[in-house]
């Protein structure tokens, strides 16, 4: 198996909800990503976890909060958003963290409009 | 700090056409390199790597690169182009000296691929 799964697909949601994506991997990665990609631009990375530890925080906005529940799972919590926010947000997976020269599996990601 | 430029945001070829999309590094010390292809409301798919020993590197779908180091470049190519490759292309690199930059996988712009027919 060398999914990752991200649930839901689509998300709308409005400026006052409070929502989150869900990531899930069974391939023993220990490394997990979070990354926003915008129409037309490159994947942007937000957060590194690292065995279930946050390592990287990209100054990502304290809407946008991470969670690790355990080395299978990455859930991204989301509150008080704003239309600027809306994107692709892919999450990824890896082997290890450092170095950084194996592959990241991305998952389909989730389409989220902010209205 | 490391980073990437992909020349050319859109290239167009024909059906059974070479496919030569380009990517310079810019690193004081050679770093991991990448390529990914990205299809439309997809996720991100590894086509091929770099991290060490030879510098031509063969991927997935027909695709090589080249690591010049000389040149600072990693272009990707593939002899004969398919209606399916058309797709976003990203060169990507990561810091091989490690540091506060662990984990972190730094993309280029893109490089959206289009094949006539």
């Known amino acids: 198996d060398t999914e990752v799964t991200q649930t839901p697909k689509h998300l709308v949601m409005g400026m006052t909800n409070k929502k989150s994506l869900k990531c899930e991997q069974h391939?023993?990665?220990?490394?997990m990503y979070w990354y926003k990609q915008k129409a037309k631009k490159p994947p942007e990375l937000m957060f590194v976890y690292s065995y279930e530890k946050l390592s990287i925080n990209e100054s990502v906005p304290s809407r946008f909060s991470p969670e690790c529940p355990n080395s299978s799972l990455l859930n991204l919590h989301l509150h008080a958003l704003q239309p600027e926010d809306s994107a692709l947000y892919l999450c990824?997976?890896?082997?290890?963290?450092?170095?950084?020269?194996?592959?990241?599996?991305f998952g389909q990601g989730t389409r989220l409009t902010v209205v | 700090a490391q980073s990437v430029t992909q020349l050319g945001s859109h290239v167009s070829v024909s059906e059974g056409a070479l496919v030569l999309l380009r990517c310079n590094y810019s690193?004081?010390?050679?770093?991991?390199l990448f390529w990914y292809v990205q299809y439309p409301n997809q996720g991100l798919q590894l086509l091929l790597k770099?991290?060490?020993?030879?510098?031509l590197v063969k991927g997935i779908n027909g695709f090589e690169a080249e690591f010049k180091k000389s040149e600072t470049s990693f272009h990707l190519t593939k002899p004969s182009a398919h209606m399916s490759d058309a797709a976003e292309y990203f060169c990507a690199v990561s810091d091989r000296a490690g540091g506060t930059s662990y984990g972190k996988l730094t993309f280029g712009q893109g490089t959206i691929l289009t094949v006539h027919p």
């Open positions: 990824a997976s890896s082997h290890r963290v450092a170095p950084m020269n194996t592959e990241a599996f």
């Open positions: 770099y991290t060490t020993g030879a510098t």
């Open positions: 690193s004081s010390v050679p770093p991991y």
């Open positions: 391939m023993g990665h220990r490394a």
